[in-house]
């Protein structure tokens, strides 16, 4: 899969809020009001969708609070894989 350039990033992060880019990587935490439990069910969602898609983010768990970052590490940059699971992230977070 292609690397983005910065323009397609750019584009993509207009519509995936909250995502920003940190050290080559796309990267959002999610913050669950409900506590520890509420966070590692979220985690345990977007577990399912990486192995389904075959493409695994770097997760930090710290009490409620969840830390995505994805990068397509054999491209060697941010590409369509990302933002596709940054966006599957953002509709998990809500189920």
């Known amino acids: 899969m292609a690397l983005l350039d910065d323009d397609d990033i750019s584009t993509a992060l207009a519509l995936l ?9 796309l ?12 966070a590692i069910a979220f985690v345990d969602r977007v577990a399912v969708a990486a192995e389904d898609a075959d493409h695994h983010p770097d997760i930090d768990i ?8 994805v990068v397509t590490h054999d491209e060697g940059g941010i590409t369509g894989k990302d933002t596709g699971l940054a966006a599957e992230c953002d509709r998990l977070a809500v189920a």
């Open 62 to 69: 710290r009490w409620n609070r969840v830390r995505i970052a």
């Open 17 to 25: 809020p909250g995502w920003g880019i940190e050290d080559g990587m």
């Open 27 to 38: 990267v959002k935490e999610y913050v669950f009001p409900e506590g520890f439990m509420a």
